[in-house]
């Protein structure tokens, strides 16, 4: 659908998103390099502790919206609105940095409460670089590690970002620097650029959340302590440190391991949780089951729940269930039965399309 005197069309859009499409096709590294700092800066929002103090309070939206906004910076890279793109990633970074920011000192749920509900307050209005910046540094992990690796530098060098938004010039602006077509096109150099500032902006953002919960850096077995349920105090599991490791610079993951062990907030949590006692088969049993109760009854319901466990089994080759899964249906198959939960819930509300 053609609209004049508009030049930046949607048909044009998806134009360059089928071309996009094909670039990705054709370098599947770049392709799995985006997926792979997707699934890292989502995995960051693991770091940040939950607990009932905070839980709804706000504290967690900086980081969100932080996401969300990197999100929609890929988006327009695809669709070939690169100038945008880079300005959705400037948003991702600073909201990354007020994440740490509001958080610095645990109290969070308390800080963020004028700026999250958009008064009318001094306090409200989104802190400049320079005042967020000198409450990084406030913290001691942060102040120690930017001494040896200057974290402020490397913020100092995304300037460039802030150029795209009031377009600095030719090279900041919808022409890229070059003269174009009257409407968006596929700039293969362009989304390497991207990908750079993405990538950089990842590792900051990461690093930041370590050295403020540098707990996630330690490798505990928290499954035995905890079984599947386990507290939000800042710990992810050593899969995810593994991931993150892959993309930070030579040397990152052992200074702040390094700081770990000197934090003493850190070792008192870790020497607490190792006294805790192990968790038995019959405690990790009822776990299972308390969770597969929420699932049924919030969810899908006993039959189509009993179906999945009955495919999962023939995707694995096995021929039946063992002894103690035998036990939990029969216990899951009782209750959902005495409390009318063998379907849906969206079956059990009408709510079901006939």
Not at 212 to 239: L, M, N, T
Not at 333 to 345: D, H, I, R, V
Request: hydrophobic share 35%; with cysteine.
């Amino acid at each position: 659908m053609e609209l004049y005197p508009y030049i930046y069309e949607p048909d044009k859009s998806i134009e360059v998103y089928q071309k996009t499409k094909e670039f990705f096709t054709s370098n599947p590294d770049i392709k799995n390099k985006i997926e792979e700092l997707g699934w890292i800066y989502n995995n960051i929002g693991f770091i940040i502790p939950q607990n009932n103090e905070n839980f709804w309070s706000g504290h967690f939206f900086p980081y969100t919206e932080s996401w969300d906004e990197i999100q929609i910076s890929y988006t327009l890279v695809c669709f070939g609105l690169y100038k945008q793109a880079f300005v959705s990633l400037r948003s991702g970074l600073e909201l990354g940095l007020l994440s740490v920011y509001f958080n610095i000192n645990d109290d969070g749920h308390i800080k963020v409460k004028e700026w999250l509900n958009s008064r009318s307050t001094p306090e409200a209005n989104t802190p400049r670089a320079e005042k967020i910046w000198k409450i990084l540094l406030s913290n001691g992990n942060i102040c120690k590690f930017n001494k040896k690796h200057n974290l402020k530098l490397t913020y100092d060098n995304f300037g460039y970002l802030h150029d795209y938004v009031h377009s600095k010039g030719m090279q900041y602006s919808n022409l890229l620097g070059g003269i174009k077509g009257n409407s968006q096109t596929f700039e293969p150099d362009v989304v390497t650029n991207w990908l750079k500032g993405y990538k950089d902006i990842v590792i900051l953002i990461c690093t930041l959340h370590l050295l403020k919960y540098p707990i996630a850096v330690v490798r505990f077995d928290y499954f035995k302590k905890f079984g599947i349920d386990w507290p939000s105090f800042g710990e992810i599991p050593g899969f995810y440190i593994d991931q993150i490791t892959k993309i930070l610079p030579e040397k990152f993951i052992a200074d702040i391991e390094k700081i770990a062990n000197e934090d003493n907030e850190t070792q008192r949590i870790i020497h607490e949780i190792d006294t805790l006692p192990d968790m038995t088969e019959k405690q990790l049993e009822e776990q299972i089951i308390l969770l597969e109760k929420v699932h049924i009854e919030h969810g899908e319901g006993f039959i189509k729940w009993l179906e999945k466990q009955e495919k999962l089994l023939v995707m694995l080759g096995v021929s039946e269930f063992d002894n103690k899964m035998k036990s939990r249906i029969k216990i899951l198959k009782n209750w959902a039965t005495e409390n009318g939960f063998l379907e849906s819930k969206r079956k059990r509300l009408g709510w079901e399309i006939k």
